[in-house]
């Protein structure tokens, strides 16, 4: 998460040189109903949520998640005191929405944050195939394929748009009180705790893909390091040969006559002659 946005302003009680991170995944996943609603001309259903990478209970130290929706809907500003934190809704658009985390320890600011609420694949055309069950085939769970953030998956047989970031929440130098709550969590759920992106993954592919591009990057600037020095080595052979060009034209000019002497300007500019 952007730097400064918890800051260890107040001087009482803050544990000094502890950081404690806490991985996040936020984002949202929609479906499409399939046609227009009449009604009111909604198109999707949507759910747009905050949740802790790792399994573990936000509640100890989150007291409550604020998400502000667009305007057209009714009471836009959301507020969820537990988890899950989340909201669904139906709707027809795509919008930024404002998530705002307050947390059980007053002295720690609320941390602000954006998403943009995603329902249409990337473009026509280059949207993600389907991959059923690619990484578990045979099974029925979820099977995504990722193409940046957006993921698309199959999800109760409707095909579903998965935006989801990981990002980290980093509490330097917390207070006492609230130091206790982020190192007491408890489990969210006993059972297997699994996210639909492969953050790994997605990692390790985002880290070749930087790689790629330094070697790509290095091997360019190689390439114009070469042309430059190419470049220069033809400026001075040019500047050689201007030389010994304006040395023989002045061997040639004074043993013929001296009338070019006093014009040492322009090569040919013979400006208002008569
Ligand atoms: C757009 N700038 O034009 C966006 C706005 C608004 C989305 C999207 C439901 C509204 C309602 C809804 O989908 N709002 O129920 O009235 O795409």
Redesign the pocket.
Known sequence: MADGQISGGEAAGRVKGVCVVKPIIYGNISQHFGKKRES?G?THDWTIYVKPYENEDMSSYVKKVQFRL?E??PNANRIVSKPPYEVS???????EVQIKIHFNDLAEKPLTFYHVLKLFHNAPGTAAPVVPGAPNAGSSAPSPVDVGTTTTAVIQGRKSVISEVYDEVIFQDPTQYMYTLLTTTRKLTLSAYKHETNVEERRDRSLSKIKNGRIKVQAEISDFKDKLELAKETITKFKAEIARVQREANLGTDSNSQSNHHSPGLVGGVIGSS
């Open positions: 009111d909604h667009h057209s809907y809704e139906t709707g027809w658009g795509e919008f």
